[in-house]
């Protein structure tokens, strides 16, 4: 899809107290080539992103995401990003968004080859339509990921909480679930335990209590989940952080797949077993999720 707004970033020092960084800014030609053949980004997926969801020119979670950018750096011994340089070059993304629901993309390359400093930028881009998807949910399928669930502690090197530029493998997991009848999937870690989706975390209702997989260090902590949390304290209702073995799956009252740009979709199956569907509480929850939030 085509971008529509695209800025350089010259990343400075993470505690540079300046108030304004729009100096370290510069706005490019979407369409036209930017980036140097010797970008490790390009070369080795060797870097960091995050998609930020925009509401009318409004993005969503901005402090979160900005938060987990900066423990991604971390995992990847990659510089830290300055935060209010990159609050400010989001800012000034949003503003250039349709009204409607559109898309911010953060980047934090390790930069060219042999170079200096890391590269960065953010780009915008519109929204694919999720209105239907949103309403009819999706079949899942489980895969196995290959790693036990401690596998973060064992092995940092793996990057497993880190949202690294190398979605390949993620990308090869979508296509494994649509080979399989499915829409989407769900990992399962090596000694049987629930996951994260290969762009979604998972949140399961058992009785009046929501839960999610633990974010230990080997998925990601979703914004999204983050938010739909919040929503459903608000009401009162239950949530928790817990290890959920693969065998409970089947057992749950009813599942969603939740991201920052597609929102909360249902679990209408699970390895082909129909789960039920609370499509009132799951317009309610895309109502929230799609009014203005920091
Ligand atoms: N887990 C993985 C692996 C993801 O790629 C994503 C989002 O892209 C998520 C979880 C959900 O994160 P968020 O809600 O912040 O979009």
């Known amino acids: 899809m085509a971008q529509r707004f695209a800025l350089i970033i010259a990343p400075v020092d993470a505690a540079d107290p300046?108030?304004?960084?729009?100096?370290?800014?510069?706005?490019?030609?979407?369409?036209?080539?930017?980036?140097?053949?010797?970008?490790?980004?390009?070369?080795?997926?060797d870097g960091v992103f995050e998609t930020i969801g925009v509401i009318d020119a409004h993005p969503q979670e901005v402090v979160p995401h900005l938060e987990r950018l900066a423990n991604s750096a971390r995992l990847c011994d990659l510089p830290l990003p300055n935060r209010e340089q990159w609050r400010q070059a989001i800012a000034m993304a949003a503003a250039q968004c349709p009204p409607g629901e559109a898309t911010i993309k953060l980047i934090l390359s390790r930069g060219v080859e042999h170079g200096p400093t890391p590269t960065a930028w953010v780009t915008t881009g519109p929204a694919s339509d999720f209105s239907a998807v949103r309403a009819a949910g999706v079949r899942v399928v489980t895969l196995d990921r290959g790693y036990s669930?401690?596998?973060?502690?064992?092995?940092?090197?793996?990057?497993?909480?880190?949202?690294?530029?190398?979605?390949?493998?993620?990308?090869?997991?979508?296509?494994?679930?649509?080979?399989?009848?499915?829409?989407?999937?769900?990992?399962?870690?090596?000694?049987?335990?629930?996951?994260?989706?290969?762009t979604a975390s998972l949140i399961l209702r058992y009785g009046d209590r929501f839960v999610t997989p633990a974010p230990s260090g080997g998925i990601l902590h979703g914004t999204t989940q983050l938010s739909?949390?919040?929503?459903?304290?608000?009401?009162?209702?239950?949530?928790?952080?817990?290890?959920?073995?693969?065998?409970?799956?089947?057992?749950?009252?009813?599942?969603?797949?939740?991201?920052?740009?597609?929102?909360?979709?249902?679990?209408?199956?699970?390895?082909?077993?129909?789960?039920?569907?609370?499509?009132?509480?799951?317009?309610?929850?895309?109502?929230y999720l799609l009014s203005p939030r920091d």
């Open 18 to 45: 300046r108030d304004d960084f729009s100096e370290t800014f510069s706005v490019i030609d979407p369409e036209a080539p930017a980036l140097s053949v010797g970008e490790l980004s390009t070369q080795r997926g």
């Open 149 to 198: 669930l401690d596998v973060a502690e064992r092995a940092p090197w793996l990057l497993l909480g880190a949202k690294t530029l190398s979605y390949a493998v993620n990308m090869a997991a979508l296509r494994e679930a649509r080979r399989r009848a499915a829409d989407d999937a769900i990992f399962l870690s090596s000694d049987g335990f629930v996951l994260e989706a290969p």
């Open 228 to 287: 739909a949390f919040e929503f459903l304290t608000e009401r009162g209702v239950e949530t928790g952080y817990e290890r959920i073995p693969a065998s409970a799956l089947g057992e749950a009252d009813a599942a969603w797949l939740v991201s920052s740009v597609r929102l909360a979709v249902a679990v209408t199956a699970i390895d082909g077993h129909p789960l039920p569907v609370d499509a009132a509480l799951t317009a309610e929850l895309n109502g």
